[in-house]
């Protein structure tokens, strides 16, 4: 009979799980959807309220707040009840997005869309702590692995998504569709989702906050404008720098004394606590690199449309997707983990250099192959740091474990733009300026990355020029990343394989249930 009870009661908490893990899965598909719908409708937006040279602050607007808010939405999370903490980013991200479908200029699209950006912060952080909270961590692969997918999801269906929603409806709805979609997230987890409510006795790191809000702001700005926006050696990039650097040491000094600190510092006490948030940074700047050039790549030098470039990258986003579910299950079967970012930092190493080897005469089907053995060492990547991340701190320090492999994957991506950018755009300057002459000088002089219709346009022998000068770029950018993911493997080795919490083979009956969810 006790056993019959406690089936049932089993069986009870997997069918809330599943509930709440539908919340969390759309909560985070809002938050990668959001960028890469919004950038299909830009043409559209601007066409209705002009603001050109503002165009980039509308991406930009969002990165900033999204970056600048996330470790202080995972502390919240630790001082106050992660669903409160959960529940109020839901709900700013959808008045940024109701409030930027209604824009009538510019600039209060650019204001909405930071209000957005503020909720955002809070949305992939909120998922992975509230996992944290709920399922041990040797049964936590198999849902991160899920958590995965979604991202591959999103990167795939995102354009199309934006594209269809444009012309068919209008561009205000991709914003509005944001609406029913948070609602469902927002009755879901307030029915189902019972955590244990907290109430931190000191108030929060106000000082803290500020610093590391500015150093942060310093650094998506100096990666976002240097090289375009401003030159690298320009007085404004050297200025943002110079504050971006005082910000952060001041925050770290000051992180010592605060009686409750936005980013406790010890928690970088732990080597595979810190040798996971750099796999992360690396992992970060490898895959938005990856994602940015080889469209550009496919577009300029295989022929691929806008749209059919974005299905092409495919064998990367699947190979990555299904490596992140078998990895979850082995972790969460054997309990054994050191093994994938090893492999992980080998295959994104090798993906890489193969990738740097494409030419003018390289196949789909090759470059399709070579996607895939990248991504299927991202796959072996992508929530194995958050994984051990998240096993190596106390629960009471999940929220900011979490915001902060997060924090670093994200300015990873923002580096690995940047440097890889500059150093793709140079490329393709030079050779085109030695294969077409002033000609070519003149075509790429305010951007290297040409898009489809101006590609058209071109004369034959500038098109071919612009052909190999793609060719190029793509090999010196993958080249570095090849180098650079090189830290991934060596970090693996030092990983410690420590057990992961909660796993079945060692119960104890005075250990606390870990899931806390009920359903209503």
Request: hydrophobic share 50%; aromatic share 8%; net charge positive.
């Amino acid at each position: 009979m006790a056993d019959t009870v406690e089936s049932a009661r089993e069986g009870k908490k997997q069918r809330s799980v599943r509930v709440v893990l539908l919340a969390l899965m759309i909560a985070m598909m809002l938050a990668m959807l959001d960028n890469m719908i919004v950038g299909t409708a830009m043409p559209t937006i601007v066409g209705e309220l002009g603001g050109l040279e503002h165009l980039s602050w509308v991406v930009t607007g969002y990165t900033l707040a999204t970056a600048a808010s996330t470790p202080i939405w995972g502390k919240l999370g630790d001082m106050y009840g992660r669903k409160s903490a959960f529940l109020s980013s839901i709900v700013i991200f959808l008045i940024g997005s109701a409030l930027s479908g209604m824009a009538q200029n510019m600039g209060e699209l650019i204001g909405f869309r930071a209000v957005q950006g503020l909720g955002a912060g809070g949305l992939m952080v909120g998922v992975m702590a509230i996992i944290g909270d709920l399922v041990p961590p040797r049964e936590r692969g198999k849902y991160q692995g899920m958590m995965a997918g979604v991202m591959a999801l999103a990167m795939i269906g995102g354009p199309l998504v934006g594209g269809t929603i444009t012309d068919n409806w209008g561009w205000r709805w991709s914003f509005y569709i944001n609406l029913p979609l948070g609602a469902v997230a927002l009755v879901l987890v307030s029915a189902v989702l019972h955590l244990p409510k907290k109430r931190a006795k000191a108030g929060i790191d106000y000082l803290g906050v500020a610093l590391l809000t500015i150093g942060i702001t310093s650094i998506v700005l100096v990666t976002t404008w240097g090289g375009s926006e401003y030159a690298w050696t320009s007085a404004r990039i050297m200025e943002l720098i110079a504050v971006g650097v005082v910000a952060l040491v001041g925050f770290v000094a000051w992180q010592t004394k605060a009686s409750e600190p936005v980013l406790p510092l010890h928690i970088f006490r732990s080597r595979n606590f810190t040798l996971m948030s750099v796999i992360g940074f690396v992992t970060g700047f490898v895959m938005f690199g990856a994602t940015l050039f080889l469209p550009l790549y496919q577009q300029a030098v295989q022929g691929a449309s806008a749209t059919n470039s974005g299905l092409l990258l495919l064998p990367m986003l699947g190979a990555m997707l299904v490596t992140s579910m078998v990895a979850g299950r082995v972790t969460t079967g054997t309990g054994r983990y050191k093994v994938f970012p090893i492999v992980g930092g080998a295959l994104m190493i090798t993906g890489l250099y193969l990738l740097s080897l494409m030419d003018t005469g390289t196949s789909r089907f090759t470059s399709g192959v070579y996607m895939a053995v990248l991504g299927l060492g991202m796959g072996c990547l992508m929530q194995i740091t958050m994984l051990v991340a998240q096993n190596s701190v106390e629960m009471r320090d999940m929220g900011v474990a979490s915001s902060s492999t997060t924090l670093f994957r994200t300015l990873g991506s923002s580096f690995g733009v940047a440097i890889m950018g500059a150093l793709f755009n140079n490329k393709v300057k030079d050779v085109m300026s030695e294969r077409a002459g002033t000609l070519g000088k003149g075509i790429t002089e305010k951007s290297a990355q040409l898009d489809a219709k101006s590609l058209a346009k071109l004369p034959p022998l500038a098109r071919e020029a612009y052909q190999h000068a793609v060719s190029a770029g793509t090999h010196s950018a993958f080249l570095l990343g090849s180098v650079i993911a090189v830290l991934v493997l060596l970090g693996a080795f030092f990983v410690k394989e420590v057990p992961l919490k909660g796993g079945p083979q060692k119960p104890k009956a005075e250990e606390p249930v870990a899931p806390l969810v009920e359903a209503v």
